[in-house]
Each structure stands twice: as C-alpha cells, then as structure tokens.
C-alpha cells in the first residue's frame, strides 16, 4: 500500500530565516505530487504541483519555492520567510493522468508553520 | 475560473439528527467531483468521487450525490465521531488531476 510521510510536523521559524519541508511517498512510482496551503478555517491552495523528477509547476507566485529531487521526494523551500508564510502545509501525491483518470489526491498530515 | 462553494461553514447537529452537506461548483467541463474528511490537525483523507449527474456513492453513515450544478453528502443518523471538517473539491478536462477545493463545512455533532 502507499503512505506519505512529511516532516516536521510543526514548525516555528523567526521572520527571514530559511524553510525546508520535506514529504516522501512510498509504495508508488511515477506519482503526481502536490504542496497546498491551508489558512486557518479556509479551503486548500495549491502552490506547486509535480509531474516528474525536476518538473514543477508553480500556481501562486510568492517567496516560495519547491524541488523535487527524486521519484518520490518533494521539497517545499524558502529563503527568507515572511509572517504571511504562516500556515498549513500539505503534501499530497496522486496517480498520473495517463495511469488513472481521476485519481484521488492522498494527502500527509500536514506541517503547522507560524512564522514569528 | 474554477468556483467551488460549500454551505453552511458549520452546522451542529444532535446526535442522531439527519442534514446534508452542499457543495455548490462552477468548472468547465466537471470530470469528477470528489469529498474528502478533515479531522483538526491531520490531512484530509479521501471518501468519495463522482463523475456525472445522478450517480450516488455510499460509506457507512455518508451518501454523496451530484447533480449538474451541485453535490450534497448526506448525513444519516450522525454520531460524534462524524465531528470533522468535510471538503468538497472538483476536477476539469485539461487539467491533469489538480483539484479545486471549496472552503469547507465544519460538522459537530454533540452526543
């Protein structure tokens, strides 16, 4: 069966300091992957979506960035955080279109950022 | 532009009192509308997919149903373990699997 993992699950950082989130996922090859924010009491945002090993896809431009270095490895990065980064992070993978139309997203249990 | 909007933002319930869900969406070419379940400080976890005006999917308590406008998840009988947060989100032609999630319906249902 497949799993995602991210770490860390909280996380608190001062103003301009740097941002690493990792998410890997197992059990799967070839796997769409996501990164979403979610504010508080709000819906999901995607912010970078992944089809293959160094594609990345980028829906909202900010002081964020993403990696993917591997198959099954995402990386959500910034070099200087502001307070606005403060948030719920997301990782979720999916099947690719062409192995199954429709395939749900999984997601991990999220990063809880607060910028101070 | 892709608009989902899910209604009310909360809703209480007794235990054991019925109510639906709705998520009202605006996409073009609708290839699946999906639910999913999010309990305080986890990920949200996947419960149904629909693809087309009048079909119905079931999991013990929840029954989601899609018509060309709109999706409802009905509630029977909740108990307080149903307490979550429900999302609705959808999926077009020509977009891969990205979906558009909708704000969500905080559900509490009080024993």
């Known amino acids: 069966s497949q799993t995602i993992h991210q770490w860390p699950a909280t996380l608190v950082q001062p103003v301009g300091s740097p941002l690493s989130l990792e998410c890997t996922v197992e059990?799967?090859?070839?796997?769409?992957l996501y990164w979403y924010r979610q504010a508080a009491g709000r819906g999901l945002q995607l912010l970078f979506y992944?089809?293959?090993?160094?594609?990345i896809s980028s829906e909202v431009p900010q002081n964020l960035s993403a990696s993917r270095p591997q198959d099954r490895q995402f990386i959500l990065s910034s070099k200087k955080l502001l307070l606005s980064d403060s948030g719920f992070y997301l990782c979720?993978?999916?099947?690719?279109?062409?192995?199954?139309?429709?395939?749900?997203?999984?997601f991990g249990n999220g990063t809880r950022l607060t910028v101070t | 532009e892709d608009q989902v909007t899910q209604s009310p933002e909360a809703l209480r319930l007794q235990e054991g009192e019925s109510s639906s869900l709705n998520c009202s969406y605006t996409?073009?070419?609708?290839?699946?509308l999906f639910w999913y379940r999010q309990d305080p400080g986890k990920g949200p976890e996947f419960l149904f997919t629909?693809?087309?005006a009048g079909e119905e999917k079931e999991k013990e308590r929840l029954k989601a149903t899609l018509t060309k406008k709109e999706s409802f998840l009905h509630i029977t009988a909740p108990k307080p373990e149903d307490s979550a947060t429900y999302l609705c989100?959808?999926?077009?032609?020509?977009?891969?699997?990205?979906?558009?999630f909708g704000g969500g319906t905080r559900l509490m249902v009080k024993p």
């Open positions: 979720a993978w999916s099947r690719p279109h062409y192995q199954e139309l429709n395939s749900p997203l999984h």
């Open positions: 059990g799967t090859s070839n796997p769409n």
């Open positions: 992944s089809v293959g090993i160094g594609q």
């Open positions: 996409v073009s070419g609708l290839r699946g």
């Open positions: 629909l693809y087309s």
């Open positions: 989100a959808v999926n077009r032609y020509y977009a891969g699997n990205m979906l558009t």
